[in-house]
């Protein structure tokens, strides 16, 4: 289990780094916390000729918080994010989801962009950013765009992101006034990839109806998915048990889930059934000020 | 009493097999098979050959060699040679085909991937109920079943006629995987002056390694060395020789370099034995009142795809079935035992081996009995349970000693039983089900000849020991079976201390290197270096101090019944001012000229071969779990054990084995599982999919000792190492059965099926 | 085919700066092994799943079977043997593994150690009063595979470490 040669690039600059993924295209892989990407070169499963390394590139470490929200470059690790009183204030969400995502050293070095990059339908970062409302900032020969995480993931790794692209930095808008959330994940040991997960987002009017909603679900199709349809049942009134239940058994019925080792299909689509009821009512709890 | 050589490990000072470096050592990289089941064509290096740094690619034609064979001779099984790389045909994922020796493992991987191997494949067999039944292609000449055979005591039929209820049940024990933190490995030098071969090799078994060599390298054993390092964990994988070790050894040989080959964990996986599988019916006939009356069942062991070469084939089945009555005292017993060889990596010892299985599907079914009969399952155990010693087991065990009753009382008290099973019915809504598992065992240890027999196992068992003393008084102790991290210097060392009177920090045990240490025909497992390695060295010190004691009692003109040796200090009885230092005493049984006038043999050095009788450890092992139905999640909230392995030398190292023990007992009830996909291809080939316990799975562990010393052993010592590994996937199956019984689930396989349980709580059927 | 080409790395190991020409795919972990000697970082899985080759990256807990030796250059590592003092005397977690029966193979050991140390470490920064419950001792070492010793060992080993 040795990785494949390869020649390694270490730019400091943007333009640099995307200079050599456009030179290299499809022989390049950026390298960020590396915590997907290298057991998978060891293996040889991904055996790039050009490995970019985003880690010294200047500026790509910046976590800011403000008025409009937050961004978290290339590669501020996992660790950091969760760390972050204003994170931790504003998004709980993804302090909860990091929390689940493996162990301390793993994190110390994992990118929450990179676990986007990496596209696993199972993780929790893509769908928890998915159901912040998250925006990717990608850097490409042409410039920078934005891509909105709701068109971002494309299958199993699999992204929006062109070879010669790579993501600058995540952008989650400032949650409203009267928001709840729940990161809930079933894993068969802590630390693990979830057999299923789910990122509720609930505000609630003064009268404590919901009056938006944001769902999304790991484990539970090809890409992290998007449940905002199905949570819309909940609009207008309160979050109560039977309604959540209405949720999670339409969200079972959408779901497209693999058979795995962690589980059937038919397993994981009873348990996001359960877990999706259990996450509204849980982040419709917090948005009301309650738990 | 805190470990001798700790210091050393946490320093980093450790000596793995990854560790050793020779002069001009080149790295190998084994091709394996993609396929499960293929015939070989040619094996071409020629593209690795042109890559730089890539200095060999050897398959089977190019070192000629014997097979290796299963040891074990037991009449009705076939066996099934297994060549150190294939030849002709493949028989499971991962099987050696031919090694890549290079200046580095990274250049030596990039080489294996260059070499074209023509396969044909073949159907795979995988599933041993159809490959026993004759379904399939054959792997080996003669069909896949290589044994079938019973074990009937007393009378069954009439049992099970007289009897009030019959309950039935099936068990699918899982295969998983003894999977130590350091995975296999071995460097092989030979010199071609001498024609001497050097091993290292991460084993338990330095001596049975050294003889299968021999037979396979066509080498006399008196030319090869074997050396054991610090072996990172073995759990009995590190038992058997192994063919890419063979293969190692020969390739050293043949490029005239030293060669390193350290298994990564894709290869450990992979091909590293597999352990434990079995498909097991019992059918259990009690009274009405639940007396046992008599006891059926039928044990089939998937080998996978060779009889192990250092075990065989039977290894699981066979002694499943010997075990099978356990703590309970049943007269009427019979068992049907089979073997079937599928494509799969083959099945050798693991922790427990054979007995794992067949205790579960023995709990099991008596939990079932319980429901089955409206009674509390602690208390049916309690009625059924051998409780006057000796015992001679149904299958020839003589059970020396026990607290059987008393610990599974013990157990159930610590526990808080009887709080816990009151008034339980199913949990309200939102709660978590909870529920109780017990799972009373009994762990034949110590294994000599005489264990062996009485397990009816062909298994060659000769240990000798030598303790000698130096002329400044030093001791040393050489014993033929290496640690693992049992801590056994430390323990060996006591009893050498003990035995001879002298301090601890002047014993030294040294083990591992054929070349320095007296032979250990089984080395380091089944739960024997305490009670066999232990005993030979009591004997020998005891040996040793009557001589001590007459060289001092000529240096202090006493009767050598007068003298008395404490704590390294050489004095007379009721004389306190005649007194030598061991040292003194020492020098004079070398260099003293006039000594040898009055003691021909004065040599302060003495073996000692020791075959102890059958011993046989107990206890009882309780857990608690919580389950929510609704996702399947088994929390698993209190472990408990009550262990009884006799006279205990060092108990803190005691503990730590049966804490080591029951919690991979614990990963194979909830989590660990070898996988294969329908073709034959591993699918659990990393530590993500092959699921070890880590430290957030396991509760503190409770452990509470009894203690009743076996009146055969030396000191009263029985083994103790594999207890937890027995009983513990039992005791928590068996409180995952009792947590969900509400819901109408069984328990009939090994990790924990949560979809059925989850099935169940949405009122639906899997 | 050639061998691939090496590049020279020079890097900050246990306190005194290392040099080393390494081709881009070997790993830190095998460079401090294989070149630098330093073997008290073990290899068991090259996934990241088992943590026996965790090291202190700048001061934080990393996997070094999963960064490459490149990517250290210019940075501090720290690995087991710069736990214990320049006579041998054993790192307070050390000696609380030693007296708690902490290890028995000792595979896990060196990375059960500087995972356990930036618990310490972080909780010293954080100016923790409390010392750590039996759950966040656990939790900071669950990515360390043990198969020997069950745990209980080490987590004793750790409380009592962080208690004193
Ligand atoms: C033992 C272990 C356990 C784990 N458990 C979990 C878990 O429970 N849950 C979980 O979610 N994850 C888990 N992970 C994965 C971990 O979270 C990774 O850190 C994460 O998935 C990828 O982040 P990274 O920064 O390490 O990315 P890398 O590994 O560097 O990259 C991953 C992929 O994304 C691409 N990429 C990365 N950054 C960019 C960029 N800026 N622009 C373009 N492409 C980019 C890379 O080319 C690569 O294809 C685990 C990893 C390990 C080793
Ligand atoms: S070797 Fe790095 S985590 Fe296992
Ligand atoms: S002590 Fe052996 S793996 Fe932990």
Redesign the pocket.
Known sequence: MKSAPFTYHAPTAVEEAAALLAAHGERA???????????LMHRRI?RPEHLVD?NRIVGLDRLEADAEGLRIG?TVR?RQVEGDAAVAARWPLLVEAIA????PA??N???V???L??A?PS???PSAALALGGTIV?AGPDGERQIPLARFFAGP?ETA?ARS????ELRLPAPAPRTGSAWLEL?RRG????VAGVAAVVGLDSGGRCERVRLACANAAPVPLDCGREAEALLGAAVDEEGAAAVGSAVAAAADPVDDYQGSAAERRRVLAVLVRRALLRAAARAEGRS | MARLDAARLLRGQGHYIADIERVGMLHACFVRSPHAHARLGAVDGGAALALEGVVAVLAAADFPHRPLLDSVRIEGLRKTPQPALASERVRFQGEPVAVVLASSRARAEDGAELVRVEYEPLAPVLDAEAAAAGAGPDLFEGGNLLYRGEIVAGDVEGAFAAADHVVSARYHGNRYAAVPMEARGCVAEHDPGSGELTLWCSTQGPHQLRRRRSQTVGLPESHIRVIAPDVGGAFGQKIPAHAEEVAIALAARAVGRPVRWIEDRLENLLAAPHAKEQLIETELALAADGTFLGLRARILGDAGAYSHNSTSALIEPYLSAGLMPGVYAVRDYSCEILAAVTNKSPVAPYRGVGWTAGHTARELLIEKAARHLGVDPAALRRRNMVDAFPYESCTGMLYDSGSYVASLDRALAEIGYEELHRDRGAPAVGEPAVGVGVSPYVEPTGWGSDGALQSRWSFASHDSVRIEIDPSGAVTAAVGTPSQGQGHETMLAQIVADGLGVELDRVRVVSGDTAGTPISTAGTRASRTAVVVGGALALAAEELRAKLERIAAYLLGAEPEDVRIEAGRVAVAGDPDREATLREVAEAAFYDPALRARMPDPSLSVSRFHDPPASYANGCVVAMVEVDVETGAVTLRRLLSVEDCGTVVNPALVDGQVRGALVQGVGGALLEQVRYGEDGALLSGDL?RYKLPKATDVPAIELHHECSPSPFTVNGMKGVGESGAIAAPAAVAAAVADAVAHLGVEIESLPIDTGRIVAAAAGEGS | MSEPGRTAIELTVNGETRRGEVEPRMTLADFLREELRLTGTHVGCE???CGACTVHLDGSSV?SC?LYAVQAAGREVHTVESLAGPDGELHPLQEAFRRNHGLQCGFCTPGMLMSALELAQSRERDGAAEPPDEAEIRTAIA?NICRCTGYQGIVDAIAEALRD
Do not use: K, Y
């Open positions: 892989r950026v390298l960020a916390g590396g915590q997907s990407l290298v057991p991904e985003l290339a996992q689940e995502v493996a162990h793993i994190r070095r994992g990118t962009v990179g676990s990059c990496n696993d993780a929790e970062l990608a790794g992101l692209e790579l993501a600058l894993a630390g693990d990839l979830p | 993500r | 996934d990241g799943f996997r999963l990515g």
